[in-house]
């Protein structure tokens, strides 16, 4: 566990940690109109679960008086604590805030616009205490625009399946549950917290899914649009790597350094024996300039895959993060 987790933990006791069973994470960004009707919806199922339970709101940096309406339900509950960051950081920061935070036993992340239902959390919990590591909330019925929200998300589920071999439906509900020994030991950076599944997949994980309600938004705007397209192409391309390469970068860069070098020198090779025996001009031939930048680019390739090694062997002694993952030790 990093440093930012001790520092939070120190904040609350170990009788603490031990009896809360479920926390419930939530971003919030200018949701000011959601916020009564969250908290009516949350409030109507988790005390019907028989464990107990903490909800944390993360104010993402809210500028329509979203902060004051948290504020009204904290001193209404105090079972659910506020976490508010001095500016708009995005959805994957406040997600690993509230996992740093979170005492629960179990961890259920849920948008705040009212599209994700709690109705829908004891089936989650379910499907936790059956043994699963994580368990994806399935949107079958998806209440949202044809173009620009769902077709980019199914190609993205499509790809993101067929790259970790985790295969989930719908890897954008953010309505998901986790075991926090899971989640808690994965580092989230740019986007990825919808891809958390396939990040945690190198752990040999079990994962579920269940379907799920979803609403339309009715109040408030999307935060997302069709330029999030290619944030996401982004996003699967650095998880392919994480998940593949991450621990061994030479195999990539090397393997990709030793084809475009070795094509490089065939290539100059048989342009220097069209000059000596046939005696072909090479100033005239662009490809011979072409095939030297291979060779040299090659070798740059080669030489990035072992700085990469280098990097990473680097981290994990210097950190301390082993590379594996226990689920348990028996003694």
């Known amino acids: 566990m990093n440093n930012k987790n001790k520092i939070v933990k120190a904040q609350c006791t170990d009788k603490d940690q031990e009896s809360v069973y479920l926390s419930v994470v939530i971003p919030v960004y200018n949701e000011k109109q959601n916020i009564s009707y969250l908290y009516e919806n949350l409030n109507s199922v988790l005390p019907g679960i028989g464990r107990k339970y903490e909800v944390i709101l993360i104010d993402d940096g809210s500028m329509d008086g979203t902060f004051k309406e948290l504020l009204s339900i904290h001193e209404q509950n105090d079972n659910y604590k506020i976490i508010r960051f001095r500016k708009n950081f995005g959805q994957t920061p406040a997600m690993s805030a509230g996992f740093d935070y979170a005492n629960g036993e179990v961890i259920i992340t849920l948008d705040a616009d009212l599209q994700n239902d709690p109705k829908d959390i004891p089936a989650l919990l379910k499907k936790i205490d059956e043994g699963y590591d994580i368990v994806s909330g399935w949107r079958i ?85 069709i330029s999030r397209t290619i944030r996401v192409i982004l996003d699967i391309i650095i998880l392919k790597y994480l998940l593949s390469y ?40 662009p490809l011979f300039t072409l095939s030297i930048f291979m060779i040299f680019i090659g070798l740059q390739l080669i030489t990035m895959g072992i700085l990469g090694e280098l990097i990473m062997r680097t981290y994990h002694e210097a950190s301390g993060k082993p590379t594996y993952a226990i689920r348990e030790i028996i003694d």
């Not at 342009?271 to 100033?283: A, Q, Y």
Request: hydrophobic share 40%; proline share 4%.
């Open 141 to 225: 019925n998806r209440q949202d625009k044809a173009i620009s929200r769902k077709l980019p998300s199914k190609i993205a589920n499509w790809l993101i399946a067929r790259l970790t071999g985790i295969k989930i439906h719908d890897y954008g509900c953010t309505l998901k549950a986790y075991r926090s020994d899971v989640v808690k030991n994965i580092e989230l950076y740019g986007e990825m917290h919808r891809y958390i599944p396939a990040v945690a997949s190198w752990m040999g994980i079990s994962v579920a899914e269940v379907p799920v309600h979803h609403h339309s938004r009715k109040f408030g705007k999307s935060k997302y649009g």
């Open 246 to 285: 991450s621990q061994r970068p030479i195999q990539i860069f090397g393997l990709m350094g030793l084809i475009t070098g070795l094509i490089g020198c065939i290539v100059t090779i048989y342009l220097i024996i069209m000059r000596l025996f046939f005696n072909v001009p090479l100033s005239s031939r």
